[in-house]
């Protein structure tokens, strides 16, 4: 597999992001417990893309109320909980849209849960009845590492593999 740096055209990452798709659909097939498929899509996402420093699924928690635990992911040590209304995985899960955050040190009430973390997308991820399940939180150690095609490719891949 090689690797589609951030300064590429758009549509070489794009094309990168289709054949990663594929990949993970090919694995998955078949299989139906919802961990295996985040832990799957984690670690794929995380072996394709270099600059994705941490890549990972923060679940909703069933027994807290606006909470998300961490899941499934691959990198440093992850936060163990994040509040609805806290941090980028936060505004993502609380307004169920996107967040791309190109220095999450200038983002209000960003939680650092490595230092060396520097922009971040949080991708919102809903079952199949439209219920949000889980944010995948990827972070790089540069800024401005995600745009919009990371954005549209990370949300079909999320619908194809839960949503479906």
């Known amino acids: 597999m090689s690797y589609i740096a951030r300064d590429d055209r758009p549509a070489d990452k794009a094309a990168r992001y289709a054949e990663v798709e594929a990949e993970i659909l090919a694995v998955l097939e078949g299989e139906p417990n919802r961990t295996a498929r985040m832990a799957t899509v984690a670690a794929i ?6 600059v994705f420093f941490w890549t990972g699924f923060y679940v909703v ?19 163990l909980r994040i509040a609805f209304d806290r941090g980028v995985c936060g505004a993502a899960a609380r307004d ?10 200038a983002f209000p009430g960003h939680i650092a849960c490595d230092p060396r ?30 745009d919009a095609v990371d954005a549209a490719a990370l949300e079909r891949l999320l619908g194809r593999v839960f949503a479906a």
């Not at 996402?45 to 270099?50: C, E, K, N, S």
């Not at 928690?61 to 936060?79: A, I, M, R, S």
């Not at 169920?96 to 040190?105: C, E, K, L, P, Y």
């Open 61 to 79: 928690d069933p027994e807290k109320t606006g909470e998300l635990v961490v899941g499934p992911y691959q990198g440093t040590l992850g936060c």
């Open 117 to 146: 973390s520097a922009s971040e997308i949080v991708v919102p991820v809903f079952d199949e009845s439209g219920a949000l399940i889980a944010v995948l939180d990827v972070d790089a150690t540069e800024t401005a590492a995600f």
């Open 45 to 50: 996402l995380a072996d394709a893309f270099p």
């Open 96 to 105: 169920g849209a996107t967040q791309i955050v190109d220095d999450v040190h």
